[in-house]
C-alpha cells in the first residue's frame, strides 16, 4: 500500500527536479520577447523583433556602419544555419543505415566477438564528449585530412551510428522472427524478406533513430567545434561565439526555435518509436 506522506515527497522530489532541469529554459523563451536591447534581465515589453530580426525582416535605427555589422552577422548566422542543416542530413541518413544494418546483423546472426563488437558500439555514447572530439581531431591530423564539413559529419557518424543501434535493435527485440521464417518457407528470398517484412516492422524504431539523430546533429557543440574547419561553422559553434563576445538579445530568439525544434523532432521520433507493429 503506497504511503500518502511517501507519494507526496516524490511528487515534490519530482516537481524540484523538472523546475532545475527546465527553469532555465523558460527563462531563455521568456527573454526572447523582451525588447530591451541593453539589458535583457530587465523587462520593458513584449516584442517579437528579435526573431523578424534575425532573418532581416524588421528595419532598425542604426548607422550605415552598424547596419552593414548587423547584415553581415546575419549572413553568418545562415550560412551557419546551411551548414547545421547540410551536416544533420547527411549525418542523419549515414547513421540510419549504419546503425540499421548492424542492429539486423546482431540479431539475426550470430558470430564470434559479437558480444564485444555490441559493447564496442556502445562506447561511443559513454565517451565524454570532448574526449571523443579531441580523438577525432588528433586522427584527422595525422591522417592529414583538412578540417571540413566532411570531417564534422564523419566524427558526428561515430557516436550517432551508436543511437540509432540502440533505437532499432530495442525494436528488433520486439519482433516475432516466425515471420521471417515464414516468408523464407513461402519462398522469399532474404532480400525479398528484408524489404517487405523486415523493414516495414522496423519503420518506426528506424524513423524514431533518425530524427534522433538529426535534432542530436543540429545542436552538437563540443565535438564540432574541434573537427570544425575555417569557415565550415554551424549554428551551435556559431552561437558560442556570440556567446563569448557577450550575450545578446537575438541569442535568445534563436536559442528559443533550436527548443521548439528539437523538442518537436524528438517527440515525433518517440510517437514512431513508440507506434506498435500491426
Not at 65 to 72: C, L, T, V
Not at 141 to 146: I, K, N, P, S, Y
Not at 172 to 196: F, I, Q, Y
Amino acid at each position: 500500500m503506497k504511503s500518502p506522506l511517501g507519494w507526496a515527497a516524490l511528487t515534490a522530489f519530482s516537481l524540484l527536479f523538472f523546475a532545475f532541469i527546465y527553469a532555465p529554459l523558460f527563462v531563455i523563451i521568456g527573454y526572447s520577447f523582451n525588447s530591451n536591447p541593453v539589458n535583457m534581465m530587465i523587462w520593458e515589453e513584449f516584442t517579437l523583433d528579435w526573431y523578424t530580426g534575425i532573418f532581416g525582416l524588421t528595419e532598425r535605427a542604426m548607422d550605415a556602419n552598424s547596419r552593414a555589422a548587423y547584415i553581415e552577422s546575419t549572413d553568418q548566422m545562415l550560412a551557419a544555419l546551411r551548414n547545421s542543416l547540410f551536416v544533420a542530413v547527411f549525418t542523419t541518413t549515414i547513421s540510419t543505415v549504419m546503425g540499421t544494418a548492424t542492429a539486423i546483423a546482431l540479431a539475426r546472426y550470430r558470430f564470434r566477438a559479437r558480444k564485444l563488437y555490441d559493447g564496442f558500439l556502445l562506447l561511443p555514447m559513454m565517451m565524454p564528449d570532448i574526449v571523443l572530439g579531441i580523438g577525432l581531431l588528433i586522427f584527422f591530423v595525422t591522417l592529414g585530412m583538412q578540417l571540413s564539413l566532411m570531417t564534422i559529419i564523419i566524427g558526428h557518424c561515430t557516436f550517432l551510428t551508436s543511437y540509432v543501434f540502440i533505437i532499432v535493435q530495442a525494436r528488433m527485440a520486439g519482433l516475432n522472427p516466425a515471420l521471417e521464417e515464414a516468408s523464407a518457407d513461402l519462398g522469399a528470398s532474404e532480400w525479398v524478406t528484408l524489404r517487405k517484412v523486415l523493414l516495414p516492422q522496423l519503420a518506426p524504431g528506424i524513423m524514431g533513430g533518425a530524427l534522433l539523430a538529426f535534432v542530436i546533429s543540429m545542436d552538437d557543440l563540443v565535438i564540432t567545434y574541434f573537427v570544425s574547419g575555417t569557415g565550415d561553422t554551424t549554428l551551435p559553434v556559431f552561437i558560442f561565439g556570440m556567446i563569448r563576445r557577450g550575450v545578446k538579445p537575438e541569442i535568445n530568439a534563436i536559442a528559443t526555435l533550436l527548443i521548439l525544434a528539437s523538442v518537436a523532432i524528438a517527440a515525433l521520433g518517440l510517437w514512431l518509436r513508440s507506434r506498435k507493429t500491426d
